[in-house]
């Protein structure tokens, strides 16, 4: 049987995993999934059609799956579905999907989540995503794995933040930013490439090497971006990361691309 504090709610018809530990005053809700191995350890609210993987951990004050905070939203039976090892930290939020998003919010596995950080309706959010303190996902955010949100910075709404990005803390991100890419600012310009990132994940010299190169001639000053992009492909056929890139950029989207200032275009700072 789980391990469940008296003083803990939890609705008869929610199902909870028999290894399951439930601290004081957590309240669940009848339509929750809750996994193997997942702790609650106290104040923690999980409501809404959320169902939970396992081995998650929620810290005091987490609110899960209760009503998106969108006044398009009419109580239509929407959901939540998250993975396995997530840490989710103090007050994070997370919403269900609308009518209008797909009606799914969707959060993969071994993301770290920290204090404050909000995930909004219709989100998808990869694996292995860190948001750092007070981070913010408005709806309809594509977030892939890997990528690094920084505190106090806030993503608009249908933005897609590639794999291996990094946002730097307290930027306001508008556009879609490339895979690997580096965004900074209040209203966030790609700064370069998340090198620290690629090296401590693995990435070879010669992956950063082709990456380096085709991201200055993507973003040069020459020819339109059609134009860059399909020298860059052609050019660099072999290269996943950079056919990452040329894939993201390809995509249907309705944001447009988080792009240098014009004095920064063949930088590659990490």
């Known amino acids: 049987m789980p391990e469940i504090h008296a003083s803990a709610i939890i609705d008869p018809k929610a199902k909870i995993a028999d290894s399951a530990r439930i601290g004081p005053f957590c309240i669940i809700g009848p339509d929750v999934d809750l996994g193997e191995g997942c702790e609650l350890f106290s104040h923690v609210v999980i409501g809404g059609r959320t169902t939970i993987g396992n081995r998650n951990k929620f810290y005091p004050f987490s609110s899960i799956g209760l009503a998106p905070q969108d ?36 959060v993969g596995s071994r993301c770290l989540f920290m204090v404050g950080a909000h995930v909004a309706h219709d989100c998808i959010v990869g694996s292995q995503v860190i948001m750092a303190n007070n981070a913010t996902l408005a709806g309809h955010v594509t977030v892939e794995d890997f990528a690094v949100i920084g505190g106090l910075s806030a993503v608009h709404q249908f933005v897609r933040i590639g794999q291996h990005a990094m946002i730097g803390g307290m930027s306001g991100v508008e556009h879609d930013v490339i895979p690997y890419g580096s965004v900074m600012g209040d209203r966030a310009r790609l700064s370069g490439l998340n090198l620290v990132g690629m090296k401590r994940r693995g990435y070879s010299r010669d992956d950063i090497h082709d990456l380096r190169a085709a991201y200055r001639l993507l973003f040069g000053a020459e020819g339109t971006m059609a134009e860059r992009l399909e020298s860059v492909q052609a050019a660099y056929s072999k290269s996943a990361p950079v056919q990452d890139v040329v894939n993201f950029i390809e995509a249907e989207s309705s944001r447009a691309l988080c792009q240098p200032h014009k004095e920064d275009r063949s930088s590659t700072v990490d």
């Open 71 to 106: 006044l398009k939203y009419k109580g239509e039976p929407s959901t939540l579905e998250i993975g396995d090892d997530n840490v989710v930290r103090e007050y994070v939020t997370m919403n269900p999907g609308t009518e209008g998003g797909g009606m799914k919010t969707m």
